[in-house]
């Protein structure tokens, strides 16, 4: 059954409705697309026409998206994808709960917070456990966030020092052949781990705690041997460790220490037939409740709305492969 829903909107909150329309209507453009509506602004008279259930979806998302606009929040097609997501699972209030929590800020000032339900999870995983596993496609925040928690707990003092790792699978053998020093040998393999760094503390913070070494950048084999207290240890792209590698690395946790492993085990690239460390460790581990494991999405991507469709593109496909293989062999 066709519904007119009709929203008349107060003085000050036209200039947040027109923000929420977008550049040539493009975001409104989308609602109707996504909802199966048709909107109109007129006046101070806004108009929903579509099936009763679409019409209120639609209010119910849009209500929020200026609600977000009035706390000065950026409202682009991925976050309205997302609100329509969680609208659709009777969770759009949780948006609200999302913006509150602010995960860290920049050193120009800039409020980092969680964009979706499976980051906030994630931010919470760290707070409550001293080692958490992130898994998840490219763009989710899983490096990031860690290094804005990183920074906080180092501001905080609640740890002295921050250690970021990664495999060097590319380099293997080589790495001692490359010129320089040891910063120089691995930056290719560390270069958005040092991004993140920049973003937080800015260049020149940076250097001087690297020269003091509260930060510490190195690849994952010089970890060996090692034990990491009042540290806070993030070990990057760990779907290319070995299992010789990951349980080196997780045996070197000492006290008032926090390690967060990010990685995502659909982009491994360690040599045919050879098991990622990173997938084992998350069998293995999976019983200890005293152990983080959050598992992202192509929900969970924030970078441009195409990745998450190309994400999601390649989970069908590759999906689609293994019950294909399913049925051959059957």
């Known amino acids: 059954m066709t519904k007119t829903l009709k929203l008349t909107l107060s003085v000050d909150s036209m200039d947040a409705y027109m923000s929420l329309f977008?550049?040539?209507d493009q975001n409104v453009a989308l609602l109707e697309q996504e909802c199966g509506v048709t909107i109109a602004l007129r006046g101070a008279e806004l108009t929903i026409t579509g099936e009763e259930e679409d019409t209120q979806l639609a209010a119910g998302v849009i209500e929020k998206l200026v609600d977000m606009i009035h706390r000065r929040e950026l409202v682009d097609r991925s976050r309205i994808r997302y609100a329509l997501a969680l609208a659709r699972e009777g969770k759009v209030d949780m948006i609200d709960e999302i913006l509150r929590n602010v995960v860290a800020i920049t050193h120009r000032g800039k409020q980092i917070k969680c964009k979706t339900l499976g980051q906030q999870q994630y931010v919470q995983a760290?707070?409550?456990?001293?080692?958490?596993?992130?898994?998840?496609?490219?763009?989710?925040?899983?490096?990031?966030?860690?290094?804005?928690?990183?920074?906080?707990?180092?501001?905080?003092?609640?740890i002295e020092r921050i250690v970021l790792t990664r495999p060097a699978v590319e380099a293997g053998e080589k790495l001692g052949f490359l010129p320089g020093d040891l910063t120089q040998k691995v930056d290719p393999y560390l270069r958005p781990l040092y991004d993140a760094l920049y973003d937080f503390m800015g260049v020149d913070s940076y250097q001087k705690l690297l020269e003091r070494g509260t930060v510490e950048v190195a690849p994952l084999a010089y970890m060996r041997g090692r034990t990491l207290s009042d540290s806070f240890i993030i070990l990057d792209e760990a779907?290319?460790?070995?299992?010789e590698q990951m349980k080196m690395f997780l045996t070197r946790l000492g006290f008032n220490s926090k390690v967060v492993v990010t990685?995502?085990?659909?982009?491994?690239d360690l040599p045919f037939g050879k098991k990622s460390g990173l997938a084992e460790?998350?069998?293995i581990l999976k019983?200890?409740?005293?152990?983080?494991?959050?598992?992202?999405?192509?929900?969970?991507?924030?970078?441009?709305?195409?990745?998450?469709?190309?994400?999601?593109?390649?989970?069908?496909?590759?999906?689609?492969?293994?019950?294909?293989k399913g049925k051959e062999a059957t």
Do not use: W
């Open 22 to 24: 977008g550049l040539n």
């Open 126 to 158: 760290i707070r409550d456990h001293d080692l958490t596993f992130a898994v998840g496609p490219a763009g989710t925040g899983k490096t990031y966030l860690a290094m804005a928690l990183a920074v906080v707990a180092l501001k905080n003092k609640e």
């Open 239 to 243: 779907q290319n460790t070995t299992s």
């Open 263 to 268: 990685g995502d085990v659909t982009q491994t």
């Open 281 to 283: 460790a998350l069998d």
């Open 287 to 324: 019983d200890i409740p005293a152990i983080g494991m959050v598992r992202l999405t192509h929900q969970d991507v924030v970078r441009h709305e195409l990745v998450q469709q190309i994400v999601q593109a390649y989970d069908a496909y590759f999906a689609a492969g293994v019950q294909n």
